[in-house]
């Protein structure tokens, strides 16, 4: 799974990146985010792209009680074409989740060990990412939910499962603002090639979602 990832890129950065004109609302760096906290996200109004923030933990369109959005952070890319949850939006509500690493807890015969994975040679990259909005009597809410596949042989070590990190060349194809079937969208997902990663022991500190800061991301020694 994806639970916990970081984002510390300048603004200027993610705009250039990403063929953004806007500047982005509220932006600011962060060490730490977490389930249920606002994440940056990307998508194609069938104008441009556009960057700006949703809810972390899906809550479809059709849901009566929006707390089942904590329950759906992750998506499994093998099956989301299938769920009633991520059918329609593997079709034509898919975004780009920007980050520049993610941690990731592995198992060892002392507990659990943070580890921070990045990519070898990418300082800014994208998750793909499915979104909804929510209307109730009293809030809209745009929400969105990570892809996951089978870890990789580098993250084997460290966890099963892994998100889907898109790469450099394929985040524009995500999202493009044209409608595919569900099937198309795994299909897409399957055949992308994976980023050779990097990674390292953090400390426990980032274990809190409370927790901000370098620390979070400060090598054990």
Same mark, same amino acid.
């Given at each position: 799974?994806?639970?916990?990832?970081?984002?510390?890129?300048?603004?200027?950065?993610?705009?250039?990146?990403?063929?953004?004109?806007?500047?982005?609302?509220?932006?600011?760096?962060?060490?730490?985010?977490?389930?249920?906290?606002?994440?940056?996200?990307?998508?194609?109004?069938?104008?441009?792209?556009?960057?700006?923030?949703?809810?972390?933990?899906?809550?479809?369109?059709?849901?009566?009680?929006?707390?089942?959005?904590?329950?759906?952070?992750?998506?499994?890319?093998?099956?989301?074409?299938?769920?009633?949850?991520?059918?329609?939006?593997?079709?034509?509500?898919?975004?780009?989740?920007?980050?520049?690493?993610?941690?990731?807890?592995?198992?060892?015969?002392?507990?659990?060990?943070?580890?921070?994975?990045? *990519?070898?040679?990418?300082?800014? %990259?994208?998750?793909?990412?499915?979104? #909804?909005?929510?209307?109730?009597? /009293?809030? &809209?809410? +745009?929400?969105?939910?990570?892809?996951?596949?089978?870890?990789?042989?580098?993250?084997?070590?460290?966890?099963?499962?892994?998100?889907?990190?898109?790469?450099?060349?394929?985040?524009?194809?995500?999202?493009?603002?044209?409608?595919?079937? *569900?099937?198309?969208?795994?299909? %897409?997902?399957?055949?992308?090639?994976? #980023?050779?990663?990097?990674?390292? /022991?953090? &400390?426990? +500190?980032?274990?809190?979602?409370?927790?901000?800061?370098?620390?979070?991301?400060?090598?054990?020694?």
């Amino acid at each position: 799974m994806c639970g916990r990832y970081t984002l510390l890129a300048e603004e200027a950065e993610i705009l250039r990146e990403y063929g953004i004109e806007r500047p982005i609302d509220g932006y600011e760096p962060r060490y730490n985010i977490a389930p249920g906290q606002k994440v940056l996200a990307v998508i194609h109004d069938g104008k441009q792209k556009r960057a700006g923030y949703m809810k972390w933990g899906l809550v479809p369109s059709w849901a009566k009680d929006p707390k089942i959005g904590y329950k759906m952070i992750n998506a499994r890319s093998e099956t989301a074409h299938e769920k009633p949850s991520y059918k329609r939006l593997m079709s034509q509500k898919r975004c780009l989740i920007v980050a520049d690493s993610f941690y990731e807890w592995q198992k060892t015969e002392s507990g659990k060990q943070p580890v921070r994975i990045q *990519p070898e040679n990418r300082p800014l %990259f994208a998750f793909a990412g499915l979104w #909804d909005q929510w209307e109730g009597e /009293e809030e &809209s809410l +745009y929400t969105c939910t990570i892809l996951t596949q089978d870890a990789n042989e580098f993250m084997a070590p460290i966890h099963n499962r892994m998100p889907v990190i898109l790469p450099k060349g394929r985040q524009d194809q995500w999202i493009e603002p044209v409608k595919w079937s *569900p099937s198309d969208a795994k299909g %897409f997902v399957e055949q992308l090639t994976m #980023d050779d990663l990097r990674a390292y /022991e953090v &400390s426990d +500190y980032v274990n809190s979602a409370k927790n901000e800061g370098p620390d979070c991301i400060t090598p054990l020694a």
